[in-house]
């Protein structure tokens, strides 16, 4: 194995590479193309079948089944419909990620309190009104949780297009570059990168955002 | 608006019911209700009348169905058998003309105060700055000015059950459903807060029905006192207090009526404790009961 020291080297010459930092800003845009349209679909579909019974019927497997599906196996047949491109990886993202969205956020709207509910009614929120202002805030907490996991997922996705469509300028592509080099210490380094985004991320956004609703949800 | 209920039953299914007495969010896959002999009776046969701005309260032991009652008043639950009339027409819903305070605050956590108590306004379509003014109104009724931006988590339990009132108050229903909305608070708020709504009432002329397990509290308010048995729930006893308010604790005649409701309802605690002791210990020998609740005395 590498020395410690030897990886965090070259982590430190990555770091201020322009050619580096390019490939990195490439993921991180396509990351957060793709996240974008996770977070409209996955919302979007989830509400539908937490309202409608019978979508969810109808459909809630399939949200299961995509959600249990790893994003590596779509790939193939992403590059098989689009070709060795963008659209290739941000279907990726979109279909490793958006599962547990629609999943997270479709139970939330089914596990609204009951009392919650009575109190809505009985201050006149019917419908449509209680939907959007009672059941939607409410399962706030759940549709959070289904982000946040988005998020890892979507980001593994991304790794794993990256990584077979190498054509594409990002990280993954730098990977597979320095893999068939045998060059291990940089190849650590990379993932060593890879994961500090991700743990960034999650810390600095989703952590903090999922905090403040257990707080200010479950004690209240 | 005289609520009417007519032999009113309700029963629950023995599956389906969580601790705090409200119904579990799984969906019964429409079995024929009410029927199994092992359905619990929460309600047996109620038949009263609250006549129009009359001062209701309702008075019994814990479990015996007095929070059914006022869901059922309040059309959040249906009766098994008989009616529930509001103004002589049969409950089918909730109507923001009957609003509850719940035994639990119920608030939105997402929202701030003022966002809880305009809550209902804005349901109605009240344009923002007027239905805020109202709202501050009687945020600042409950003694919580200081905390119109503040969120649900970040208040007490007190706090929290005088936000739920406001809410409620600020609807201006003419039916107020109140269950035990004080039993979190107090000494010292629970009497002002007490005085204030019975002022309330004699101003916006509704009509109150105050579930309480405190004596003392019944007897200072009510025009009428019903008294509820053990489950199944019935009325036991009906008081009238003629007394004229504000009733002084220390009116001989008030403490002689609490004297009188609290020994009726000392039996019926005491029968509570019994069914559970024989339902825990049934081998147990057992000496007298003693009701566990000995300490309402003390309230007088
Ligand atoms: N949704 C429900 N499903 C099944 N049983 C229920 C349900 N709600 C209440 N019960 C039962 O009905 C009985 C009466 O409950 P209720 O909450 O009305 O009592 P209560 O008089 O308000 O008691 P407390 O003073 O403790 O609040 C209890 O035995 C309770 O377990
Ligand atoms: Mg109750």
Same mark, same amino acid.
């Given at each position: ?8 080297? +070259? ?67 992403? +590059?098989?419909?689009? *070709? $060795? #491109? ?63 996991? =988005? ?12 990584? %077979?469509? =190498? ?8 990977? !597979? ?5 045998? /060059?291990?210490?940089? %190849? ?33 | ?14 599956? #389906?019911?969580?601790? =705090? ?8 896959? *429409? ?88 809550? *209902? ?31 649900? !988590? ?29 039993? =979190? ?7 002002? %807060? /007490? ?6 009432? /004699?101003? $916006? ?28 729930? /019935? ?51 057992? #000496? ?8 309402? #005395?003390?309230?007088?």
């Amino acid at each position: 194995m590498p020395a410690a020291s030897a990886v965090f080297r +070259i982590v430190g010459q990555n770091l201020s590479d322009p050619a580096f930092l390019a490939a990195m800003g490439g993921s991180l845009r396509r990351m957060a193309v793709g996240y974008a349209i996770v977070v409209v679909i996955g919302i979007g579909a989830g509400l539908l079948l937490g309202r409608y019974r019978l979508l969810d019927e109808a459909f809630g497997v399939l949200a299961v089944a995509l959600h249990a599906m790893p994003a590596a196996a779509w790939v193939p047949l992403a +590059i098989a419909l689009f *070709g $060795l #491109g963008e659209t290739t990886i941000l279907f990726t993202i979109v279909l490793g990620a958006t599962g547990i969205v629609m999943v997270g956020t479709s139970a939330g709207i089914r596990s609204v309190p009951p009392l919650t509910l009575w109190a809505g009614r009985t201050m006149g929120a019917h419908g449509v009104k209680q939907f959007w202002h009672v059941i939607v805030p409410a399962a706030t907490p759940r549709i959070v949780d289904g982000l946040r996991l =988005a998020w890892a997922f979507g980001w593994r996705a991304l790794m794993a297009g990256e990584l %077979l469509v =190498a054509s594409v300028r990002g990280m993954g592509q730098l990977i !597979h570059a320095v893999a068939k080099s045998r /060059q291990i210490p940089d %190849l650590i380094a990379l993932m060593v990168i890879i994961a500090a985004i991700g743990i960034a991320v999650d810390g600095l956004v989703f952590a903090r955002l999922e905090r403040t609703v257990r707080v200010r949800w479950e004690t209240a | 608006m005289p609520i009417v209920l007519e032999g009113v039953s309700k029963r629950f299914a023995p599956n #389906g019911w969580s601790a =705090a007495g409200l119904p579990l969010p799984v969906r019964q896959a *429409g079995g024929r209700q009410g029927q199994a002999a092992s359905d619990l009776e929460a309600v047996q046969e109620v038949s009263l009348t609250i006549e129009d701005g009359e001062f209701v309260c309702l008075l019994g032991p814990s479990g015996c169905g007095k929070s059914t009652l006022v869901h059922l008043i309040a059309g959040l639950e249906t009766p098994t058998a008989g009616r529930v009339l509001v103004d002589d027409q049969p409950v089918t819903g909730p109507g923001t003309d009957r609003v509850v305070v719940f035994q639990e605050a119920a608030l939105f956590p997402w929202l701030t105060v003022l966002g809880n108590v305009e809550f *209902g306004l804005r349901m109605a379509g009240l344009p923002a700055p007027e239905r805020q003014a109202r709202a501050l109104e009687f945020i600042r009724l409950v003694h919580l000015g200081r905390f119109a931006l503040a969120y649900p !988590h970040q208040l007490s339990g007190g706090m929290k059950q005088r936000v739920a009132i406001a809410r409620a108050l600020v609807m201006h229903p003419k039916i107020l459903l109140m269950d035990e909305p004080f039993s =979190a608070l107090d000494a010292q708020t629970r009497a002002l %807060l /007490q005085r204030e709504l019975l002022e309330l009432w /004699q101003r $916006l002329k509704i009509t109150v029905f105050f579930v309480t397990h405190n004596v003392r509290e019944a007897t200072v308010m009510a025009d009428r006192v019903f008294e509820i048995s053990a489950r199944p729930g /019935q009325i036991k006893h009906r008081y009238a207090i003629t007394l004229p308010r504000p009733r002084s604790e220390h009116d001989p005649r008030l403490i002689a009526i609490q004297q009188r409701v609290l020994g009726s309802l000392e039996e019926e605690i005491a029968k509570v404790v019994k069914e559970s002791m024989d339902a825990e210990y049934p081998m147990a020998p057992r #000496g007298p009961v003693v009701p566990a609740d000995r300490n309402l #005395g003390s309230h007088i």
